[in-house]
């Protein structure tokens, strides 16, 4: 596709559940980024590959949660045993690669809800 | 402690008022200024970069300039589809993948 693609859009999840979101990146993009938005706040970073490794996981916020891009391509958060403070939009964003100078693309988020 | 701050939290602005967002920075070694336009329920839409004080950008309607603490969205004669959330981010230090955001200015522009 020609932009950077999540799925699902939407995730409604209970307390205490595990939960996989996905991202497309755009074609070619070999830098990939998750970040976390609260209402009424500007997205926040959580980790950073170039390829398949982790560059900058600086910004996860514990251990329960993990993210993995095992072919340097499509790219999966995973949250264990989520909580309601974990509930937010989770964006994913490519860029052609890491870098001070290239532009990093959003996807479209997935609106987590944690019950 | 590194931070972006944006100014004002929200904007009300008639159609053809011309005005200007701020996003004031305090971090250690600048790599890049970044602007971006968030629409409701959308993920963020990249606008500009800029890297040097000095520097200035245009698209449209919109004007981005950089000075060494500072940034400035000049919007010139809005118009009502300019309404959304413009959101400023930098990029610092040795954190060449981490953008780190303000918390967006909601601009609203009346028919």
């Known amino acids: 596709g020609a932009g950077v693609s999540q799925t699902p859009s939407n995730k409604v999840t209970e307390k205490g559940k595990y939960v996989e979101l996905r991202c497309d990146p755009i074609?070619?993009?070999?830098?990939l980024y998750w970040y976390r938005q609260s209402l009424g706040q500007g997205p926040e970073f959580l980790i950073y590959?170039?390829?398949?490794?982790?560059?900058?996981d600086s910004g996860l916020p514990n251990d329960r949660f993990f993210a993995v891009r095992p072919e340097g391509s499509v790219s999966t958060l995973k949250i264990q045993r989520t909580e309601r403070g974990d509930s937010a939009v989770y964006l994913c964003?490519?860029?052609?690669?890491?870098?001070?100078?290239?532009?990093?693309?959003f996807g479209p988020g997935t609106r987590l809800t944690v019950l | 402690e590194d931070q972006v701050t944006q100014s004002p939290e929200a904007l009300r602005l008639q159609e053809g008022e011309s005005s200007s967002l701020n996003c004031s920075y305090t971090?250690?070694?600048?790599?890049?200024l970044f602007w971006y336009r968030q629409d409701p329920g959308k993920g963020p839409e990249f606008l500009f970069t800029?890297?040097?004080a000095g520097e200035e950008k245009e698209k449209e309607r919109l004007k981005a300039t950089l000075t060494k603490k500072e940034s400035f969205l000049h919007i010139t004669a809005p118009k009502p589809e300019d309404s959304a959330t413009y959101l400023c981010?930098?990029?610092?230090?040795?954190?060449?993948?981490?953008?780190?955001f303000g918390q967006g200015t909601i601009l609203t522009v009346h028919p």
């Open positions: 971090v250690s070694g600048l790599r890049g």
């Open positions: 590959f170039q390829g398949t490794g982790a560059a900058d």
């Open positions: 800029l890297y040097s």
């Open positions: 981010a930098v990029r610092f230090g040795t954190s060449y993948g981490k953008l780190t």
């Open positions: 074609s070619g993009h070999t830098a």
């Open positions: 964003a490519s860029s052609l690669t890491g870098g001070a100078v290239y532009e990093q693309f």
